[in-house]
Antibody, heavy 122, light 110 residues
């Protein structure tokens, strides 16, 4: 049974870097069928896709975040990570990691973590 | 402002059939598949429909999806109180080169 779990600081200061890790259990991250990625949700608002990474390191990033975004895979730990630099209050959100099934033209986010709230504040 | 447009709210009584629309453009819905997600307050979203009209294992047959041109719809028949949730459509936009969501529709079961 596939499970994803986000971890990282719940509070980040403005202008600093937000770093999160998603630990995957029940499926090797090097499974060639799937991408692994992130989606966020500001409190009380809708969903925003952040980006996705393949086990080889190939990435797709949201163009609006691309200049501040870095994603990486650690296959030895079965984890993948997100770094978002120069954060502002607008980056305050619940961050979800999710498996991306890209067998059709639009990736389906078929497994999700529980989410972790990250607040940007001094 | 979301790339995909959904009505902010919808409602129905138990047993009724309700539909939720999702409007896009020729760079997203018309050329790519549409997925739908259900989010009960305080929980992570759940994949409800993928590839326009396919249900993942475990999703009741009461939920169905369709697509025509630049629009898509989610239909829920035999509405139940447990269906009260936020529903999001999602697609891939070829111009933005990224996944996009609708703004969400809050479904209330009266």
């Amino acid at each position: 049974h596939l499970q994803l779990q986000e971890s990282g600081p719940g509070l980040v200061k403005p202008s600093e870097t937000l770093s999160l890790t998603c630990s995957v259990s029940g499926d090797p991250i090097i499974d060639t069928v799937y991408y692994w990625g992130w989606i966020r949700q500001p409190p009380g608002k809708g969903l925003e896709w952040i980006g996705a990474i393949y086990y080889s390191g190939s990435t797709y990033y949201n163009p609006s975040l691309k200049s501040r975004l870095t994603m990486a895979v650690d296959s030895s730990q079965n984890q993948f990570s997100l770094d978002l630099s120069s954060v502002t209050a607008a980056d305050t959100a619940i961050y979800y990691c999710a498996r991306h099934d890209w067998s059709t033209s639009t990736p389906a986010f078929d497994y999700w973590g529980l989410g972790t709230l990250v607040t940007v504040s001094s | 402002q979301s790339v995909l447009t959904q009505p902010p709210s919808a409602s129905g009584t138990p047993g009724q059939r309700v539909t939720i629309s999702c409007s896009g453009s020729n760079s997203n819905i018309e050329t790519n598949t549409v997925n739908w997600y259900q989010q009960v307050p305080g929980t992570a979203p759940r994949l409800l429909i993928y590839s326009n009209n396919q249900r993942p294992s475990g999703v009741p047959g009461r939920f169905s999806g369709s697509k025509s041109g630049t629009s898509a719809s989610l239909a829920i028949s035999g509405l139940q109180s447990e269906d009260e949730a936020e529903y999001y459509c999602a697609g891939w936009d070829d111009s933005l080169y990224g996944a996009v969501f609708g703004g969400g529709t809050k479904l209330t079961v009266l």
